[in-house]
């Protein structure tokens, strides 16, 4: 069964630091996995896609992931914090299925970014 | 190019009366089709998705259903609004053989009264 689970709603962090986001998935098949970011009052924008290439995937802003088979995460990082990344982090899962694909969400987790 | 159209953008409705929330893609054929809704505070819980003309698949048993009568149109229903089903209804298709990532409608927000 197809699932994905974001293991922490709420991240703090400050500015300048790195940020850490974890991301478990469960998948029947090879799965595609993204990261979506929604700012307040938004909607969501794709930061980075993972589709069976290489394991660090790197995204917009300075955002980067890990693809890890053997513990079916896919984390998202970024080395330095800023303020403009105080948004909600969206991990997505997706599969193959029926000719088409299935696409779940994580619960998301929320950023927060301090002076 | 492409391009996703839903309407309406905010609706307000009395229980027990029907929805019917309507979704059109441009640019494109044979698309991933997919009904989201957005919670307060929550992530996108996944109602429908689509492969096909009339080929739907439901994730959650609820009062919603979903219809896909033409390639590029995707419309969710129900009979008899609850007060739970508001919430923010996002649309959003992918291109079915790359699934290289999902284009968003501007959503509609449904308030149930």
């Known amino acids: 069964a197809q699932s994905v689970t974001q293991l922490d709603s709420h991240v703090s962090v400050s500015e300048g630091t790195p940020v850490l986001l974890r991301c478990n998935y469960s998948s029947s098949y090879s799965p595609s996995l993204f990261w979506y970011v929604q700012h307040p009052n938004k909607g969501l924008q794709l930061l980075l896609k993972y589709t069976s290439a290489a394991t660090l995937v790197k995204g917009i802003n300075g955002f980067e992931a890990e693809f890890k088979k053997s513990e079916t995460s896919f984390h998202l990082t970024k080395p330095s914090a800023h303020m403009s990344d105080a948004a909600e982090y969206f991990c997505v899962v997706s599969d193959r299925n029926t000719g088409g694909f299935k696409t779940i969400f994580g619960a998301g987790t929320r950023l927060f970014v301090k002076a | 190019s492409q391009t996703i159209h839903q309407w309406p953008a905010t609706l307000v409705q009395p229980v027990g009366s029907p929805l019917s929330l309507e979704c059109t893609v441009e640019?494109?054929?044979?698309?991933?089709l997919y009904w989201y809704r957005q919670a307060a505070g929550r992530g996108l819980q996944l109602l429908f998705y689509s492969v096909g003309i009339g080929q739907i698949s439901s994730e959650v048993p609820q009062n919603l259903s979903a219809s896909r009568p033409q390639d590029r149109q995707f419309i969710l229903s129900s009979k008899k609004l609850l007060l739970s089903d508001s919430g923010f209804y996002l649309c959003?298709?992918?291109?079915?053989?790359?699934?290289?990532?999902?284009?968003f409608g501007s959503g509609t927000q449904l308030s149930v009264l």
């Open positions: 640019g494109t054929s044979n698309p991933n």
């Open positions: 959003a298709w992918s291109v079915r053989r790359t699934n290289e990532k999902l284009f």
